[in-house]
């Protein structure tokens, strides 16, 4: 027979793992538009789901060189089959990708 101990820890243990608490997890893009496998469960997550900052985007940027004002484009869109760091906020309906693993 279970002790009142085991039960309370079992309750709990559920309750964690239900409570979709905020997360650091680690996954792989998927897509080009931003999808992403979650690398524990291998659950997909749309890319409207996601959010991905610019410095991993292909992005226009605006420099001054000798005091010549010029638009050059930075090449940092992340391909499909990057590993990446994402924090899942609480309740898991929004992803950050926050980092980019080796």
Do not use: F
């Not at 997550?45 to 605006?62: C, F, K, W």
């Amino acid at each position: 027979m279970a002790s009142l101990y085991d039960a309370i820890k079992k309750a709990v243990a559920a309750y964690m793992d239900n409570a979709g608490l905020s997360d650091l997890l680690y996954a792989t893009l998927v897509s080009a538009a931003g999808s992403i496998r979650i690398e524990k469960t291998g659950v997909v997550i749309p890319s409207n789901m996601v959010d991905l900052p610019d410095q991993y985007t292909n992005r226009q940027v605006d420099i001054t060189i000798d005091d010549v004002k010029k638009t050059i484009t930075l090449h940092d869109q992340l391909p499909v089959g990057s590993r990446v760091v994402v924090i899942k906020k609480q309740g898991g309906q929004r992803y950050a990708i926050v980092g980019r693993l080796p």
